[in-house]
C-alpha cells in the first residue's frame, strides 16, 4: 500500500497526462509557455480572486509575499507552532521574526486565544513591530479566517493564508486562496494539487501587489527581465509543470475532491470510538491532503506506528517537532510554556494512508489495523 499513491492517478488520468506533456515537449516552451497563464487564469477564476500569480514553489510563494509587503529587519509575523517549517523559515529568511502561537487541539489550526496572547506579549516586550499573521490550513481545512480577521483587523496586521495544504478547501461557498490578503498554494507532489516536481502560486485581489509578485518573481524586472529595478528571484513555473497541473485540475475539481470526502468520512465511520479521528468544523470543507489521527499518548502512537509498519501499511507523523523547538529558530527565544497543544500534538498525532484512489477494502484494511492494535 502506498501512503498517497500518485502511480494510481497517473494511470487514471494517462492518456491526458500523456499528450499535455508531449505538446510541451514538442513545442519546447519550456519557460513561460501558454500553458503557465492559462494555468493561472483557471486556478484565478476557480479561487475568486483577481490574480493568480505561479512560481517555482510553495515556500518562495510565501517569501516573495513577505517581500512584497516589505516585511524584514524588526518585524513580528505570528505563525502557527504546529506547520511545516516552511511558514516560519520564510519569515526568518527576510530579516524578521516568527513569533510561534498555539494551535488548536481538535483542527489543528492556529488558536485565537495563544494568537491574542502572543501578539500582546510582542507589543508588550516592544522590541519587535506585528506586521502580519501566517495562517495555514493545515492537513487541508482552513484556519477560522473569520475570527482572524477579527484579530488583525484589532491590531492592524495583514493575513498571509499559508494554503499549501488548503488547496480545494472551503468555508461556506468561499474558498480556500480566498481568505488571505495575500495568499500562497504549493503543487508538491503530494499535496491535495500536485504536479510533477515543485510548483507554487500566489492569489490576490490587489492590483498593486501583483504588479511587485510579477517582478519579484522574476529578478525583480522592470519594464523586461534585463531591466531590474529591485532584487527579486528566480522562481518560475515550468510549462511542463503548468500543463501536469491543467491536466490534473478538472479532475482534482469535479472528482478527486467529492472521493476524498467519502473517504475520509468512512474512515471516520470505521474508526468512532478507537482514536481521536480529524475534526472538521461545521460549514468548513477540507481537501484532505492528510487525514491525522490522535492517539492517547505517545507509546501509543510510536506503537502504532510500528505495527502499521509490520503489515505494510505506511503512516507518517506530522509534525514531529513543534516549530519553537527547531534549532534553526534557537536564537529567538520561545517560553515553551506558550505551546502545551503543539506539544502534546507533537507526540500523539499519525497521519494515515490517504489519497482519491483508495479502494474501500484499504481503508477497512488500515482501518482493521488501528482497531486491533487499540484493542477493539
Ligand atoms: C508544503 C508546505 C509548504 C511549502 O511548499 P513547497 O512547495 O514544498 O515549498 C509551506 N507550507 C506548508 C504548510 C506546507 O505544507
Known sequence: MEFRDLKRQYQYLKSEMDMALQEVIENTNFIHGRQVAELEKQLAEYVGTKHCIACANGTDALQ?????????????????????????????????????????????????????????????????????????????????????????????????????????????????????????????PAKPLGCYGDGGAIFTNNDEWADLLKSYRIHGKGSSKYDNIRIG???????????????????????????????????TELLKGIVKTPVVKESFYSSWAQYTIQLPDKNHRDGLQEYLKKQGIPSAVYYQKPMHRQRAFDNCFYDDDDYPVTNRLSEIVLSLPFHPYMKEEEIRLVAGAVGRYMGR
Open 64 to 188: 516573495l509575499a513577505l517581500m512584497t509587503w516589505n516585511i524584514g529587519q524588526g518585524d513580528a509575523v505570528f505563525v502557527p507552532d504546529f506547520t511545516f517549517f516552511s511558514s516560519g523559515e520564510v519569515v526568518s529568511a527576510v530579516g524578521a521574526v516568527p513569533v510561534f502561537v498555539d494551535v488548536d487541539p481538535d483542527t489543528c489550526n492556529i488558536d485565537m486565544d495563544s494568537l491574542e496572547h502572543m501578539i500582546e506579549k510582542t507589543i508588550e516586550k516592544g522590541a519587535l513591530t506585528p506586521k502580519a499573521i501566517i495562517a495555514v490550513d493545515l492537513f487541508g481545512q482552513p484556519a477560522d479566517y473569520v475570527k482572524i480577521k477579527k484579530i488583525a483587523e484589532k491590531y492592524q496586521l495583514l493575513i498571509l493564508e499559508d494554503a499549501a495544504q488548503g488547496f480545494g478547501g472551503k468555508i461556506g461557498e468561499e474558498k480556500a486562496c480566498s481568505f488571505g490578503s495575500i495568499a500562497t498554494t504549493s503543487f508538491f
Open 233 to 267: 528571484m528566480n522562481s518560475r513555473l515550468d510549462t511542463l509543470q503548468a500543463a501536469v497541473l491543467l491536466a490534473k485540475f478538472p479532475v482534482f475539481a469535479e472528482k478527486e475532491l467529492i472521493w476524498e470526502q467519502e473517504i475520509a468520512a468512512r474512515y
